[in-house]
């Protein structure tokens, strides 16, 4: 179609367009002044300084944020400073960061908005600027309520400078630098915004980098300001009860110490270094590489009980007073917050709701300090939303945060086997001993005891002695009875629900060919192939579960091997699908006495955990092999992959109730298979590969069964 007229227009903006962005970008007072701050930084500032009078009385209090940077000329106030998405700051086509003038310090704001912040706090600002070693002063006057009183454009509303000679920054010692005074205040502040804001600004910076040319003095000068006690969180940390450190490179390993120590009882203190890959395995298959650049991560928890607080600190008020208000996992970028990260309101690592769900493993937000430390340069693609609410959603940051969970993880279960000794080194917890053998050792007791009584006659004694060891054969099995299908069901439950997952998919793709089929009305041999392969598939998964769910007697001999071809089988599609190459080796196969379906729930526990870890491999990377042999006169069964292994774990920690490397894991699957193994007179081991032969480089775990059997 012709066109009858065409022509360019313009895009205009009302003068309320600032008001809007000035209400509506910066979250709240503290965002607003932390932007202030930053901008103080970036015009290389060594001191800046944030005043606040009486800012309970809206109508006469004031902010004052001065600093000693660079300031600004006439032309660069007027083209830069009052210009909206200046690219003064911005990055260029190389997407590398700006760096300031003098001190080529790495650029905070980037946006050209958060000048902006000025209106969030007062409708009125007051600029004062000196460009160092020159003889003049400009002083520029925003009056905001003009923009909300005109109907016109932003261009027409004056804004009114004046320069004059220094009378701000005048002296030999104040040779340049910014002052900004915002005062008709847009709301009144009352104690709790008062605290929040000192503890929020005080935290501003990093206690960690090295920042040792920029000072930030914060004072408040109201009757309702309570005196905040000033603390070194450097000082701090050093009580901490568990502390890590660490730096993740651009690969995602990480390279971290753990320090565990206790003041009153130094004998249980422990340090280790390790370095691994921690990488999740779903959100990194394949050996995908993190699109997040380096990061250094720090965490510092504590024992929450008030003996717990004495203990570290000799009175719990220096918890609950100076560290308390302080916790959380704080982001900082070049040594300053990335807000709302870490703020009270603020889960975003979900650590709330991971402690609810598995108490005794995760950390809830109270009980750590955390700081993440990042950097422009090398996490370009970590952005600001333009509103300060944190980084842009991206792929960047979805790699940067399953990264940092996979780390706090790696905490949480270091910490997780020195709580453990703490709790029974303080007598919060009773020993490892299991309720049989407290009854064995009780009933072994009273035997010895009636043996010793003289006055017994050797009938007597014989009819006391059957009557305890029936007692006793009884309470066993019994408590056998009880535990086996527990047991089968528990791990089931664990182990099984991706399987059970495979078996749901195999139907749904088997319904969808089916209906094709109908509506297509017509029959297709290769489809109606399809189709029953699928439900195959699932019927043998399904079956397979059925099977492991059947009653059997308590005592039986089976050949390992049997066990091991069973679990093979239940896992034949989801190793397949995954695209993990597997191979059965016996080498012998001798006879032990137990419960065949247990230790093959036990393998399915093992080779769950294999495929979960091999997911982050390659697939021509992913191997299983699971090895029937001999071992001491006994059998063995060998679980062997090519992840990453178990590292410094041994048997004892990994096999605790809700020890787990996994972010999302449980961690009672190993726990529940050394039970498994134990009620089949056999025990878990950690083998590695000088001490059996062709055993894959990653996780080797084995069951043991000794040569008497159960």
């Given at each position: 179609m012709q066109?009858?007229?065409?022509?360019?227009?313009?895009?205009?903006?009302?003068?309320?367009?600032?008001?809007?962005?000035?209400?509506?970008?910066?979250?709240?007072?503290?965002?607003?002044?932390?932007?202030?701050?930053?901008?103080?930084?970036?015009?290389?500032?060594?001191?800046?300084?944030?005043?606040?009078?009486?800012?309970?009385?809206?109508?006469?209090?004031?902010?004052?944020?001065?600093?000693?940077?660079?300031?600004?000329?006439?032309?660069?106030?007027?083209?830069?400073?009052?210009?909206?998405?200046?690219?003064?700051?911005?990055?260029?086509?190389?997407?590398?960061?700006?760096?300031?003038?003098?001190?080529?310090?790495?650029?905070?704001?980037?946006k050209g908005l958060g000048r902006l912040a000025v209106h969030k706090l007062g409708r009125l600002t007051e600029l004062v600027t000196r460009r160092v070693h020159t003889n003049l002063e400009t002083k520029l006057t925003l009056d905001w309520t003009a923009f909300e009183k005109s109907d016109g454009f932003l261009e027409d509303v004056p804004v009114e400078w004046e320069q004059t000679e220094p009378h701000v920054f005048a002296g030999p010692e104040l040779t340049g630098g910014t002052q900004i005074k915002i005062s008709k205040l847009q709301r009144r502040w009352n104690r709790e915004t008062i605290v929040r804001a000192q503890r929020s600004l005080l935290a501003m910076r990093s206690p960690f980098a090295e920042l040792s040319d920029f000072d930030v003095a914060i004072s408040f000068e109201d009757a309702l300001a309570p005196e905040v006690p000033f603390y070194d969180m450097s000082e701090l940390i050093k009580k901490a009860t568990y502390a890590f450190t660490g730096e993740v490179d651009a690969t995602?390993?990480?390279?971290?110490?753990?320090?565990?120590?206790?003041?009153?009882?130094?004998?249980?203190a422990r340090e280790t270094r390790q370095t691994k890959d921690i990488r999740e395995s779903q959100h990194f298959s394949d050996d995908r590489i993190p699109v997040c650049g380096p990061f250094r991560v720090r965490f510092y928890s504590w024992d929450l009980s008030p003996q717990d607080k004495r203990a570290v600190f000799g009175d719990t008020a220096v918890y609950d007073e100076m560290i308390e208000p302080n916790t959380g996992v704080k982001?900082?970028?070049?040594?300053?917050?990335?807000?709302?990260?870490?703020?009270?309101?603020?889960?975003?690592?979900?650590?709330?709701?991971?402690?609810?769900?598995?108490?005794?493993?995760?950390?809830?937000?109270?009980?750590?300090i955390g700081?993440?430390?990042?950097?422009?340069?090398?996490?370009?693609?970590?952005?600001?939303?333009?509103d300060r609410e944190g980084l842009i959603d991206n792929d960047a940051f979805r790699d940067f945060r399953s990264l940092i969970k996979s780390v706090l993880t790696e905490f949480e279960a270091d910490r997780l086997a020195d709580r453990r000794k703490l709790k029974e080194a303080t007598g919060r917890i009773r020993d490892e001993t299991s309720d049989r053998t407290v009854f064995t050792r009780n009933m072994a007791l009273l035997s010895s005891t009636i043996t010793e009584q003289a006055k017994l006659d050797p009938e007597t004694r014989r009819q006391y002695g059957k009557l305890i060891a029936e007692a006793r054969q009884a309470f066993d099995s019994v408590l056998t009875e009880r535990e086996q299908p527990l047991l089968v069901a528990a791990s089931i439950g664990l182990t099984y629900m991706m399987p059970t997952h495979e078996a749901r998919r195999d139907i749904h793709e088997a319904i969808k060919v089916l209906r094709k089929m109908r509506d297509s009305k017509g029959l297709s041999l290769e489809q109606t192939d399809s189709a029953i392969a699928l439900l195959k598939q699932a019927d043998s998964t399904v079956g397979g579960i059925g099977r492991l769910m059947q009653r059997t007697g308590e005592d039986e001999s089976f050949e390992p091997d049997k066990a091991a071809k069973a679990a093979l089988e239940l896992m034949r599609y989801r190793l397949q699908r995954n695209d993990i190459t597997w191979q059965l080796d016996v080498r012998s196969s001798k006879r032990v006495t137990g419960s065949d379906r247990l230790v093959t729930v036990l393998l399915l526990n093992f080779l769950d955990n294999s495929i979960y870890w091999?997911?982050?491999?390659?697939?021509?990377?992913?191997?299983?092999?699971?090895?029937?042999?001999?071992?001491?006169?006994?059998?063995?069964?060998?679980?062997?992959?090519?992840?990453?292994?178990?590292?410094?774990?041994?048997?004892?920690?990994?096999?605790?109730?809700?020890?787990?490397?996994?972010?999302?894991?449980?961690?009672?699957?190993?726990?529940?298979?050394?039970?498994?193994?134990?009620?089949?007179?056999?025990?878990?081991?950690l083998v590695s590969q000088n001490e059996v032969s062709g055993l894959l480089s990653g996780a080797n775990i084995a069951v043991v069964f000794s040569k008497a059997g159960k």
């Open positions: 066109s009858l007229k065409k022509g360019q227009t313009r895009v205009a903006a009302r003068a309320r367009l600032m008001l809007l962005l000035g209400e509506q970008l910066i979250t709240d007072e503290v965002a607003a002044v932390s932007e202030l701050v930053k901008n103080s930084y970036d015009a290389d500032a060594t001191k800046v300084s944030v005043t606040f009078f009486r800012v309970s009385e809206p109508e006469v209090g004031h902010i004052i944020v001065t600093d000693n940077g660079h300031g600004m000329t006439l032309e660069k106030l007027l083209s830069s400073w009052l210009e909206l998405g200046t690219l003064s700051k911005a990055r260029g086509p190389d997407q590398k960061p700006r760096l300031s003038e003098i001190k080529k310090r790495v650029s905070l704001g980037e995602g390993r990480i390279r971290y110490q753990y320090q565990f120590k206790r003041p009153d009882l130094q004998e249980l982001v900082f970028r070049d040594g300053f917050r990335v807000l709302p990260y870490g703020n009270p309101d603020n889960d975003w690592l979900s650590m709330d709701l991971g402690r609810v769900r598995q108490f005794e493993q995760r950390l809830s937000r109270n009980q750590v700081a993440i430390e990042i950097s422009s340069q090398t996490n370009p693609q970590l952005l600001d939303k333009t091999l997911l982050r491999k390659r697939p021509e990377e992913r191997q299983i092999k699971v090895i029937v042999d001999s071992s001491d006169g006994g059998s063995i069964l060998i679980v062997s992959d090519s992840g990453q292994g178990f590292g410094d774990d041994d048997i004892e920690t990994v096999t605790l109730p809700f020890f787990t490397r996994k972010p999302n894991g449980m961690g009672l699957g190993l726990y529940i298979a050394d039970r498994i193994a134990k009620m089949s007179g056999a025990h878990l081991k």
